[in-house]
């Protein structure tokens, strides 16, 4: 450890918060004594609504992006900023919220303002304040869709969920990132399904219950956090919290200081994980979605198998192998199937790789494909498909019948108008699932082949006919290890 670390960690047992305002070059406000995070339903009925409402008029009427007084300076912030494939996706955010925080009570006036949060696993509809499209509400966007029942799910929250960061294997970072997250998203649509998400006021209200879902999934002791013994309370001096976050040009933050709530001055009004997903009576309960999500919650079928076209296995670079795949997949509402006609010896590749990854990693001579990943390639949204309302699990290999439990053992990834639009910096975008530990469950028998599927969840205005053309679905094996944190090895995209 550097000698710079080891100053941090005592200077954090002194007096961090005071000495750490310091770092708030551009924003006036010196650290108070920690304010509380409110639910929606319970923001609204305190004074700190209208101070919210008048920060976020004045922002939104500011067209000058270069001031950290406007809105798009924040939407900027997230679009040049957030990250991308590295393992800091929830404390990048937790940040990023924090400043804008900040920002809001110098802008309002009203030091006692803090950010409210959504808890959509009480409350899966939006708040109807966020959907009255009366002129001059600053709540109101253009949305796909409002209930976001469909998005949730417990299995962040699962007993076997132990670590917590993007690049190692049963983690909290990676799980919540892909659903909830990902889906809330999706199903909302209109700018919540693009790269400047942040244009939404929703966006932090989502972002607020992500976080204080972090928070509640860490606590008592902050486990599976690097650095922590006796976390929330102990140093962070693992080389995970050195180094800094950047929001925008000026603006930056030690990542230690993200590591725990408090030392960002804040907490939340309701610090527990959900124990059940909300009764189906409390989503709309005019909506077909109400249907889907009762058939899910009994029995999931595999979707018929579509027809496409073979691709071959071919070598993808030095360290990254096809075993064959199928291209032109058009996903409209049907779920569907993709069968990937792998040759034998493609076949045998696979199983080898899974024995091989299943060893401790230093019995794995290097250059050993070692992981697995499927790859969805040569992405395209078509029509309506930009505008979201709607997502695909991902899940390989599937059972003909089994239950949503049961499920989530086939389950990869989710993929929308979202993920595709973080992916796709330039022209055709490229996502890729993790599917080494979803394998190496399976028996030999059930590796005999391998299949895709894709299964269509849609929110209440969801769009009709096609939205999302996949150019090239395929498998790879690859020499890097199934939990390295790097994109390539990320169990899961990652997009914020
Ligand atoms: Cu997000």
Redesign the pocket.
Known sequence: MSSLLLGRRVFIGTSAIAAASLSFPRLGFSQAATQTRLEWQQFKTTPQYASFLNALRKMKANTNAASSSSWAYWTNAHVNYCPHGTPYFLAWHRGYLHFLEQQMRLVSQDNTLSMPYWNYYKFPKMPVEFTDPTPGNPLYMPRTGTNVYNALTMSPFASGVWNFQHGTMNAFEPKIESAP?NPV?NLIGGAMATMT?PRDPI?FL??ANIDRLWHAWALPDGKGIPGTSNPYSASTSSPYWAGNFTYAPGLTMPRYRTYYPGWLNFGYSDNTKPTALPPLARANPDSPIKLVQAQAASLLTRPGTGDFPATAARAVSANQRSLGGVSGVVLAETSVSARLPLAASSLQMLQDTITVAARPPPQIPSGNFQSVVVVLDKLLLLGAGAKGGYFYNVYINLPFITDAERARRYFLGTVGAFEVAGAAHHGLAKLEYQATDVLSQLSAFELQDVTVSLVRISGENHPRGAVLKLGDVRIEVSTVPPWDASPRGRPGPCY?
Do not use: I, P, Q, T
């Open positions: 997250h998203h998400s966006f989502h972002h914020c």
